[in-house]
Structure formats: C-alpha cells, structure tokens
C-alpha cells in the first residue's frame, strides 16, 4: 500500500544552523546540570551538611562556592559564545569547553552508592550525551565551498539556490 502525500500539508523542515545547535545543546546541558543539583538537595543528609558547612567532602568556602559559580556559569556563557563568536572561534572552544567537561561531569559519580546509581547514570548519561553532540556538530562544522565562498564575497549566493 502506497500513502500519497500531499505538498501542502508537508512541513517545512529547513536544516538548523551549527551555532543554533550547539546554543540549544549548551542550554539543554546547563538546565539539566542545575536541575539535577538541585534534586541532589532531596537526598537524605545532603542539606544537613550543607548547613554544617560541608559539601560533598569539602568545606564551605568561598572558593568551593568560586568554582561551582564557573562550574555552572561556563555553560550558560558558551550559549552566547556559540551563537557570537566567529564560526572557526566558536568551533575551537565549543571542543575545548565539550570536551572538559566530560571528564568533569563523570566526576559526578564518586562516591555515589547503588542506592542512587540509577539517578547519577541517568543525569550523567544525559550530560555526555549533550557533550557528545556538542563534540560531533563542532567538529562536523561544514566547511564553505570555494563556490560559495566567491559568491558571498560577490553577492551572488541567492543566485547560486536557484
């Protein structure tokens, strides 16, 4: 059985630039990193400790405070940085940025019990997998072609659709 479709009721699917990509990636990856820190406050004890002045096994302090500011404000800057650096720039830093934090977000899972592991594996895994997007639509870049390279130069690349 053959379904015919019609022209009109097809959607328009136009492809979705690189630098959009990797701005919805980077806020996907920076709502899913704060949310699950602040589900991490419903585990027993967690908050206790806090207001003991202990996180994880580190002191309250402000420079543990300093770098889980950067920890979650790296990337909220890279959804800007994506969409306004220049595309060689932004490649390069997007893999930079990517690619730390895998290791980084991986580092989530110390000192997790079985109890919680289907939580950390969940969170974490949907973490590198954004990170891994991130990682294939930067280095998959497309280049521009020496064609279209001259005729945006001159002006033409309207011109060059038809």
Do not use: C
Not at 37 to 66: A, E, H, M, Q
């Amino acid at each position: 059985m053959t379904l015919s479709t019609n022209a009109a009721n097809q959607l328009d699917n136009p492809p979705v630039p690189v630098r959009a990509k990797l701005a919805a990636a980077w806020t996907s990856f920076m709502f899913l990193y704060v949310y699950v820190d602040i589900l991490n406050f419903y585990k027993p004890g967690v908050v206790d400790g806090i207001l003991n002045g202990l996180v994880w096994r580190f002191d309250v302090s402000s420079t543990l405070l300093t770098v889980m500011l950067a920890s979650v404000a790296i990337p909220a800057v890279m959804v800007m940085l994506s969409i306004t650096l220049p595309a060689r720039v932004s490649r390069v830093v997007n893999l930079i940025v990517a690619s730390l934090y895998i290791p980084y977000t991986l580092f989530n899972a110390a000192g997790a019990t079985w109890e919680w592991a289907f939580f950390y594996g969940l969170s974490i895994g949907i973490e590198v997998l954004l990170l891994a997007f991130i990682l294939r639509s930067a280095w998959t870049w497309p280049r521009v072609s020496a064609v279209h390279a001259g005729a945006a130069a001159t002006g033409q690349r309207e011109e060059l659709r038809r």
